[in-house]
């Protein structure tokens, strides 16, 4: 179990570092933009193609520290009144969110490797690359499933 939670705090680390450096180019290409918009009247073609890749990358690494520090949108009205059967049906829960991210986490990575022959309109980068968030974050959440329900099944259920 020990090793579960470090690997889940390392992983965490990875994606918060991943998160900070991404988000300090999204803000550094969103200004310049504007600069040289407002001030100069000109701008970088690919900035705005840019700017939205990393918003949605950002969006995917949200949904898996959402999940790992277990912040996402709940309905809890039911489970809360399960009495002893709330653990179980939590991990059921966790359970169905992970079929959910494995079925993503396939047709991500089938989605990725038909979209490497293509390229971004204005960026010189395969598209493949740019949607390979999808099977990646996907399987960043695989694990922190497998490490909440783990954690989840030494409780008494």
């Not at 969110?97 to 395969?126: C, E």
């Amino acid at each position: 179990m020990d090793t579960l939670v470090r690997i889940g705090r390392a992983l965490e680390k990875l994606i918060v570092f991943l998160v900070l450096i991404l988000m300090a180019v999204l803000i550094s290409a969103v200004f310049m933009q504007v600069v040289l918009r407002y001030v100069f009247a000109g701008g970088m073609v690919w900035a705005e193609e840019l700017d939205r890749y990393i918003f949605v990358w950002l969006m995917f690494l949200g949904i898996t520290m959402g999940i790992y520090k277990q912040k996402h949108i709940a309905i809890t009205f039911i489970t809360d009144r399960m009495g002893r059967f709330s653990n179980a049906m939590r991990i059921l829960i966790n359970l169905i969110t992970a079929a959910f991210f494995a079925v993503l986490f396939w047709q991500g990575l089938q989605f990725m490797l038909v979209s490497m022959s293509g390229m971004a309109s204005v960026l010189p980068v395969k598209l493949g690359i740019i949607y390979s968030i999808i099977p990646v974050s996907s399987l960043l959440a695989l694990i922190f499933l497998v490490i909440i329900i783990i954690g989840q099944k030494g409780e008494k259920v």
